[in-house]
């Protein structure tokens, strides 16, 4: 018998050269992964609700139905839980009338001064810099930690920029082994948070 190139010590019994095998392995494995990740975001997208109310201006998409709403009637404001338990995720949104020089780093320094600081272990990260944030509106999201009742506890503001005058803020707190998880999810809320 005699040899064809090269290729008699790199290919196998089917006579496909080795490399050429890692590339049909290779597409293999790719096709797998995208025959189960396409239904998955396709599910995902699915569970996605689009929140407004009567009386309220703004709109935003709940990227699962364990998010909802829930009134303060004490505060005459709209909230939001994560399933039952606050800890789960919680989300606090507020309009805040501004100077127009007022930046978020202003607004960061001035939660900090008159509630943050006052919560048990409160823990700033980052620096307190925060980090730019882009959706249907700008702006920046800081993170912190603070304890809970004994439980570590994560917090995330997002100070969202409407106008020179108007910031709206999303304030989201998080028991901090559930964070990995929902950190998404909240910057989903976020980006898409806009006015009807």
């Not at 989201?172 to 910057?187: H, I």
Request: hydrophobic share 35%.
């Amino acid at each position: 018998m005699g040899k064809v190139g090269s290729l008699s010590c790199t290919s196998n019994q089917k006579g496909l050269p080795l490399d050429v095998q890692e590339e049909v392995r290779a597409m293999r494995l790719i096709l797998t992964l995208l025959l189960i990740i396409i239904p998955v975001s396709i599910n995902a997208n699915a569970q996605t609700q689009t929140f407004t109310r009567e009386g309220v201006e703004y709109v935003l998409d709940l990227p699962s139905p364990s998010w909802r709403a829930i009134s303060r009637v004490v505060h005459g404001h709209l909230e939001f839980v994560n399933g039952e338990d606050y800890s789960n995720g919680y989300l606090r949104l507020r309009k805040k009338l501004v100077t127009p020089a007022t930046t978020s780093v202003d607004l960061f320094s001035e939660a900090e001064k008159w509630d943050l600081q006052k919560l048990p272990g409160y823990v700033v990260c980052s620096g307190g810099k925060g980090t730019e944030f882009s959706g249907q509106l700008k702006g920046t999201v800081f993170s912190y930690e603070f304890v809970n009742q004994g439980k570590n506890m994560d917090g995330r503001i997002y100070y969202l920029r409407l106008d020179s005058r108007t910031f709206y803020i999303l304030h989201f707190t998080v028991a901090s082994e559930k964070l990995p998880s929902l950190r998404e999810q909240m910057d989903s809320i976020a980006r898409s948070f806009r006015l009807k």
